[in-house]
Every structure is written in C-alpha cells, then in structure tokens.
C-alpha cells in the first residue's frame, strides 16, 4: 500500500503522521488518509476537491499532472509526499 508522507509545515497546523494507505491514485490513497484525519482535507484541498494553488504533491519525487481529479497512479511500494509550495520573497 502507499505510503502518505506530510512534510513538517502542514504537520504545524494539523497532525498529519505518515500513513500507510490503499489507493491505486494519488485521488483514493488521499482519501483513505483524509478519512483517519479529517481535518487534513482543508488544508490540502479547495472547495472543488483539486489541489489548493500552495500544496504541491510528488509521487516518488515526481509532481503530479492532474491537480484536479488527482488520477495519477501509484504503486502499492509509491511514496506520496505532500508539501506547501513556497513563494514570495525578493532578491
């Protein structure tokens, strides 16, 4: 089963501990975690359940390509690690 890996700055604002979860998409294994952490949802998804624009989510060290129906496939050995996406700053 994939693994759902939260990094440090999501994990401020809700626990999120790594989770072992079935799911054969990004889509399924998301929501098989947001099930035992409900609150997770919120932070990770808007309101039409696609990516919120700051959480950027890899699947083996590779960013997703659908940010809105999260189809992409995995494995049952993938990691999906979910982080916030930084910006701003100037130089």
Known sequence: MPRVVFTPVLQRHVEATPATVPGATVREALEATF????????YVLDD?????????VFVDGEAVRDRERLSDPVTPAAEITVLQALSGGST
């Open 35 to 42: 099930a035992a952490v409900p609150r997770l949802r919120g």
């Open 48 to 56: 039409q359940g696609a990516l919120r624009h700051h959480v950027v």
